[in-house]
Structure formats: structure tokens, C-alpha cells
């Protein structure tokens, strides 16, 4: 046995990617074929295999870091749509943000309403940092210090309580950095989607990173064509479709999923999988087994798959044999967490002021309601003028409270991963509303497999659903 790095300070990200392409084929070891390989013949390489006749997982081989600064969290939405690649990105809710920290969509340049969209952005900041003193004073009654904690943890504590509220006024526009590691083929078909996209800042971007990446992987990144004709089509056919009423705000289940899809026999398929893993049954005889359990049964083989995971254990992949459905509600600023989620199918709709918005309750306690819901509806009123002419452009001006939808296509590992990370004390306070109310929703259809991931007590879930006042209308116009 040999283990060893073939270092990226030694060979570029496309000779490492031939060096494990030609496995497949050589007799030598990865270190003898990485030292031949030169840079032409390791881009005469690719042109052959990966982009002439398509073996396109080489390229997965090659890997880049790239950084990214002061683009708009619109725009991220696009790039972090990428599934197979890694993110880290600047937060809102453990910085507080300058005046201007916002992007002013290339569109706008020059355009009538440039002006009308710089002062919504202004207000929405100047709202931004006017909460933040009110409201840390009654964070800070709501938040003693606990036992053991020195008075930097809670000074740390208060100040992401607090940013946690405010964050409801950014809009958008509000600029982000966000390292991203990714391979060439997932970048490849990241950037062809982004090339495709309706914003001037998010084809821009892509034109950087681009530019950026082919500095390192020249080859492999040398045909990255728009992938327009699928959005188009998409696009038309939206356009031609019959207005419908939109449902009244107040009857909107807000951060409560609704299942629309789940196998009634989705619990009975993991525990019989996770039989299966260990017994010599065939599979329907491990579902007839499970199917014919005494519910005690049933908890006792869920308990065996479930019951005994430590923090850091990922359960076994046998949940992924269920999968669900469900649509959500949730503000603007949950659904930018709960986008990160990569590994779930997310279809979101677009961003706009119409569902109606979301008041953190510790704002009308610092006495500044008002102030929220006037920056709240100036931006609404924004939104309006500028969809008018561009909706796309349009979002850009919506805040972090605003209330967006989104249709979800998760299996049960998923779920589980999304619950326990998501209703920890330290998530936001959204998160753990939506990721408990998903886990209640769970639980009433498969109960044997969520039994093991605790509910908050009452005292906890009185404070969570408390955390929220609205929903408050939105413009209301639209499908
Ligand atoms: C309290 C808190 C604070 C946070 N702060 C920040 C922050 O400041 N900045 C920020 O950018 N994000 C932050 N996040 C988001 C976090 O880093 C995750 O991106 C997000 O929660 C999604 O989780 P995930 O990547 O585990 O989930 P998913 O993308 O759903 O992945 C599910 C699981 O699949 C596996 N997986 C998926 N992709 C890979 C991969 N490429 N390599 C290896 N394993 C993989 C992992 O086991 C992962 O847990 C924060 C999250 C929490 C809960």
C-alpha cells in the first residue's frame, strides 16, 4: 500500500486530473505519470477525453478556490445554487454592516429609477443601523449572562441576538464575500447556468470567475457556452399563463411545511433497507418482515438505526429509500440559510414583496415598529416601480423579511441532517421554527424514524413562536 498527496504546489489542478485519468490505462504509478505529464500534453489530454469524447468525471479532478468579493446576496443565490461545490460565506448575522454595503445592479446605471433605487437601499440601512442600539438594549433585559459565561461570551451573545433581528431590513443588494472550492466539471456547469441569467450581475460574475479559473485550468474550462434555452422556454410559457388570485396573506402556513408528498410506506422501506444491510433476506421479505412488526418493534429496529448517533455522526444512507415533498413560507432570510442545503431539490420562486413580511417582536419592544414597517414599505413600494420595468431587477431591493416560497424535495437523511443542524440553540431563530415545524410534519407521517430527534419543551417553543409578529401585507399585486 502507498498514500500519498500529489500536491497542488507541485502540478496545476489539470496535469493532477491526467495523472488519475491515466490509471485507467498505465501501469505506473500517479507520481511517475504526474512527472511526465507536461502542461501541453495535459491540455491535449483533455481536449481528447474530456471535452472531445466526454469523460467529462475526469475533470472532477481538478480542483480551484476561488474568492469573491462584493457581490450582491441576489447574485450569490445563482452561484450557491451549485450542488457539488463547497461555500463559505460572509455572515449577517456575526457582522454588522457599513452604510453603503449594498450593489447597484448594472441595469440601473444611467436609468430613471437609479435614484429611487439608491435611496430605498440608504433607507433600508439607515433603518438597519437605527434598530441596533433600541434593540440591543432589550435583548440585553431578555438575555442574562448564564452561569460560567465570562462577559465576552455574552457580549458576543447579545450582539448576534441582535444583528439576528435587524438583518430582517438588508436587502438583497447586500454585498457578500464567499470563498468557493469547486471542480472543473461542476464549475463548468455552474457557469453555463449563470451565463444564462436574466441579471447583468450574475453574467458578469460568471464572466470573472471564469476569467479567474482558466488561469488554472485553462483547458478544461475553454468551452463554457450560456445554457439558454431551457429558461427561455420556461420563461414564455410563465409569461402566457392566466393570472390566479393570490391566497389571502393571513391563511399563508407560515414556516409550517406542507407535505404534498410522502410514501405512506416510506418508514416501512427504511427499516426494512436497514435490515436488509445486515440480514441475508431478500428485500420483500425484509418489508413483509417490517411491514407485519408490532409498532414496539418497529421503534426498537429505528432505535437500533437512530437512537445511538453521537453529534457527530451522519445516520446511514438506508434513510435515503423515503423521500417528501413539501412547500414552505419562510422569510427571506431563512430561506438564504435554508438555500446552503445542498443536497436538497429546491425550487424557490422569485423574490418579491407580495406574501407580506415578518416583524422580529423584540423591534416593537425597543419602541421601533414604526420605523420597521415604514422602511419595510418603502422598499415594497420600490420593488413596485422597479418590476414594473424589470422584476428581476426588482428583487434586489426586497429585504431579509419579506416573506418567499419554495418547493422542496428531500429524503429522509436529508431532513434529518437539516433538523438537527437547524434546531440548535445557536441556529436563528427562523431556522429553528421551520426545522421544528418540519420535524412535527415528519413525525406525523413516519413517526418510528423522527422519534429520536427531541422537540423543544414548552417553555422554548413558547419563546420561538413569540420571536415572530405578521405576517404584515405585502403589496399584494401579482399571481
Ligand atoms: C449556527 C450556524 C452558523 C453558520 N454560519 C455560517 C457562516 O457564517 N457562513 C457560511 O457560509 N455558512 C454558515 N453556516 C451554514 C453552514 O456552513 C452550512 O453550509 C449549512 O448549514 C448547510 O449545511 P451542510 O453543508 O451540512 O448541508 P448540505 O449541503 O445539505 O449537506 C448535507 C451533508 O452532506 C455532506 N456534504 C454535502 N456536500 C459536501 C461536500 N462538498 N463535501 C463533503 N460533505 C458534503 C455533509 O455531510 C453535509 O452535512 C452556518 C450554519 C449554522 C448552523
Redesign the pocket.
Known amino acids: 500500500m502507498r498514500v500519498y498527496l500529489l500536491s497542488s504546489q507541485t502540478y496545476t489542478p489539470e496535469v493532477i486530473a491526467v495523472a488519475f485519468a491515466k490509471t485507467s490505462r498505465s501501469p505506473e504509478p500517479f507520481d511517475v505519470i504526474a512527472r511526465e505529464i507536461s502542461a501541453e500534453q495535459s491540455a491535449a489530454f483533455h481536449e481528447k477525453w474530456v471535452i472531445g469524447y466526454g469523460h467529462a468525471s475526469v475533470a472532477e479532478h481538478a480542483v480551484v478556490h476561488i474568492a469573491i468579493e462584493g457581490v450582491s446576496r441576489l447574485a450569490l443565490e445563482a452561484l450557491e445554487s451549485a450542488r457539488?461545490a463547497?461555500?463559505?460565506?460572509k455572515?449577517t448575522?456575526?457582522q454588522i454592516l457599513d452604510a453603503d454595503a449594498f450593489v447597484r445592479p448594472p441595469e440601473l446605471q444611467g436609468h430613471p429609477l437609479a435614484d429611487r433605487y439608491e435611496a430605498a437601499a440608504r433607507h433600508l440601512f439607515a433603518a438597519y443601523h437605527a434598530l441596533q442600539e433600541p434593540v440591543q438594549r432589550v435583548l440585553r433585559l431578555h438575555e442574562p449572562t448564564r452561569t460560567g459565561e465570562t462577559s465576552t461570551q455574552w457580549a458576543r451573545r447579545n450582539r448576534t441576538a441582535y444583528m439576528d433581528v435587524c438583518r430582517f431590513l438588508l436587502p438583497a443588494a447586500t454585498q457578500a464575500n464567499v470563498g468557493m472550492t469547486v471542480n472543473a466539471r461542476e464549475l463548468a456547469h455552474t457557469l453555463r447556468k449563470m451565463l444564462a441569467h436574466p441579471l447583468a450581475e450574475v453574467r458578469a460574475l460568471a464572466e470573472r470567475i471564469h476569467a479567474a479559473a482558466r488561469a488554472s485550468i485553462p483547458t478544461l474550462l475553454r468551452y463554457v457556452e450560456p445554457d439558454h434555452a431551457t429558461q427561455q422556454a420556461l420563461a414564455q410559457l410563465a409569461a402566457a399563463l392566466p393570472p390566479i388570485g393570490q391566497r389571502p396573506v393571513a391563511t399563508l402556513p407560515i414556516y409550517v411545511p406542507i407535505l404534498h408528498r410522502w410514501d405512506p410506506e416510506g418508514e416501512s422501506r427504511v427499516l426494512a433497507a436497514a435490515l436488509y444491510r445486515v440480514a441475508a433476506w431478500d428485500y420483500a421479505s425484509a418489508l413483509a418482515y417490517v411491514q407485519s412488526a408490532s409498532s414496539e418493534a418497529r421503534f426498537d429496529l429505528a432505535r437500533a438505526l437512530l437512537g445511538h448517533l453521537t453529534r457527530h455522526d451522519?445516520p446511514l444512507r438506508e434513510l435515503e429509500h423515503t423521500w417528501y415533498t413539501a412547500e414552505v413560507v419562510l422569510d427571506q432570510g431563512a430561506f438564504y440559510?435554508l438555500k446552503?442545503?445542498?443536497?436538497?431539490t429546491q425550487t424557490p420562486q422569485a423574490l418579491h414583496p407580495r406574501l407580506g413580511y415578518m416583524m422580529p417582536r423584540a423591534v416593537a419592544e425597543a419602541g421601533m415598529a414604526e420605523r420597521y414597517h415604514e422602511a419595510m414599505r418603502h422598499a415594497a413600494a420600490t420593488y413596485e416601480a422597479l418590476a414594473a420595468w424589470n422584476s428581476h431587477v426588482a428583487s434586489y431591493i426586497v429585504p431579509n423579511g419579506y416573506l418567499r416560497r419554495v418547493l422542496l424535495t428531500f429524503n429522509a437523511r436529508?431532513a434529518y441532517?437539516?433538523i438537527r443542524?437547524?434546531s440548535?440553540p445557536?441556529?436563528h431563530a427562523s431556522m429553528r421554527l421551520f426545522a421544528y415545524h418540519l420535524l412535527a410534519a415528519l413525525r406525523k407521517v413516519h413517526p418510528a424514524l423522527y422519534a429520536f430527534l427531541p422537540m423543544p419543551d414548552e417553555a422554548e417553543w413558547a419563546r420561538l413562536t413569540k420571536y415572530l409578529m405578521g405576517p404584515y401585507p405585502g403589496t399584494g399585486k401579482g399571481s
Do not use: G, W
Open positions: 457539488l463547497s461555500f463559505t460565506e455572515s448575522r456575526y451522519i440559510e446552503r442545503h445542498r443536497m436538497m436529508q441532517h437539516l443542524l437547524r440548535a445557536n441556529a
